[in-house]
């Protein structure tokens, strides 16, 4: 039987993943400018690219998990860390889709609100789409999870010229 108090804890735990994948969306955008900048670059130029990038980027992620599985400590922190390096560029890459949402959306407003604004609106939108029953879940996520994999796996890669230290 289900109860009032299930439910609750249900709609809870959904609004909790979405203010967190939100949140760290953002601190991805305002923490890495120049990787979401190349992760934004690399799925406007080339979304093909990315999609294949990014299975390349699941399989390594799965075998992440995979590894962590296995009861060597030693085996498990690799496992976990190519499974949190595989997240991470998930969640640059898809700051990148959300970077260039952004741009589009701030485009149709007439440049009313500032570059914050709708990136925050923007991210806000791709996690809520995300989480729409069905076709959020078993489409959309997985897809953003894909290309925004391989944005992030694209910026991950692309060196970055060394700046002079004083």
């Given at each position: 039987?289900?109860?009032?108090?299930?439910?609750?804890?249900?709609?809870?735990?959904?609004?909790?993943?979405?203010?967190?994948?939100?949140?760290?969306?953002?601190?991805?955008?305002?923490?890495?400018?120049?990787?979401?900048?190349?992760?934004?670059?690399?799925?406007?130029?080339?979304?093909?690219?990315?999609?294949?990038?990014?299975?390349?980027?699941?399989?390594?992620?799965?075998?992440?998990?995979?590894?962590?599985?296995?009861?060597?400590?030693?085996a498990?922190?690799?496992?976990?860390?190519?499974?949190s390096?595989?997240?991470?560029?998930?969640?640059?890459?898809?700051?990148?889709?959300?970077?260039?949402?952004?741009?589009?959306?701030?485009?149709?407003?007439?440049h009313?609100?500032?570059?914050?604004?709708?990136?925050?609106?923007?991210?806000?939108y791709?996690?809520?789409?995300?989480?729409?029953?069905?076709l959020?879940?078993?489409?959309?996520?997985?897809?953003?999870?894909?290309?925004g994999?391989?944005?992030?796996?694209?910026?991950a890669?692309?060196?970055?010229?060394?700046?002079?230290?004083?």
């Amino acid at each position: 039987m289900v109860t009032i108090g299930d439910s609750f804890s249900i709609v809870a735990t959904l609004a909790g993943i979405a203010l967190t994948l939100w949140s760290f969306m953002l601190v991805c955008a305002l923490l890495f400018p120049i990787r979401v900048e190349e992760a934004r670059s690399a799925v406007s130029g080339s979304l093909g690219k990315c999609f294949g990038m990014g299975l390349v980027a699941f399989l390594l992620g799965f075998l992440g998990i995979v590894i962590a599985q296995v009861p060597n400590p030693l085996a498990k922190l690799a496992g976990l860390m190519v499974a949190s390096g595989y997240l991470a560029c998930v969640m640059v890459g898809t700051a990148g889709v959300a970077k260039l949402a952004a741009e589009r959306l701030r485009a149709l407003t007439n440049h009313e609100e500032s570059h914050f604004a709708s990136f925050s609106k923007s991210s806000w939108y791709i996690v809520v789409a995300g989480m729409l029953p069905v076709l959020g879940w078993f489409l959309f996520a997985p897809l953003m999870m894909v290309v925004g994999g391989g944005a992030g796996f694209k910026a991950a890669l692309k060196s970055q010229p060394v700046g002079e230290v004083a």
